[in-house]
Nanobody, 125 residues
Framework: VQLQASGGGLVQAGGSLRLSCVAS?????????MAWFRQAPGMEREFVAS????????LYADSVKGRSTISRDNAKNTVYLQMNSLKPGDTAVYYC??????????????????WGQGTQVTVSS
């Protein structure tokens, strides 16, 4: 499966962004567990949020819980990350990821076997 992320940009603190990730190729999109990770300069890639095949199972990092919502539209092969009340600490490149087997915890990068190219989110103070 190939993943294309978009929706990043420059936003002031307190603002909102909605990231999108469109999947193509591979098997049915509704067979993939999807997630968002992020990586700030000089930092390791970290988990942001994940969502199960049918959208009913979601998991969030404590750092974004209550401010972000992950969702998916299987008819459009798309997963979204709505981010509100953005903080400068949210500045990072955001990556979407897909797992066809989910043999690991959903917040572990090793669980995912396909990654998008990343979209830059910059939050100014």
């Amino acid at each position: 499966v190939q993943l294309q992320a978009s929706g990043g940009g420059l936003v002031q603190a307190g603002g909102s962004l909605r990231l999108s990730c469109v999947a193509s190729g591979g098997g049915g999109f509704d067979t993939y567990h999807m997630a968002w990770f992020r990586q700030a300069p000089g930092m390791e890639r970290e988990f942001v949020a994940s969502i199960g095949w049918g959208g009913g199972s979601t998991l969030y990092a404590d750092s974004v819980k209550g401010r972000s919502t992950i969702s998916r539209d299987n008819a459009k092969n798309t997963v979204y990350l709505q981010m509100n009340s953005l903080k400068p600490g949210d500045t990072a490149v955001y990556y979407c990821a897909a797992s066809g087997s989910m043999g690991y915890r959903p917040d572990a990068a090793i669980a995912y076997d396909a990654w998008g190219q990343g979209t830059q989110v910059t939050v100014s103070s």
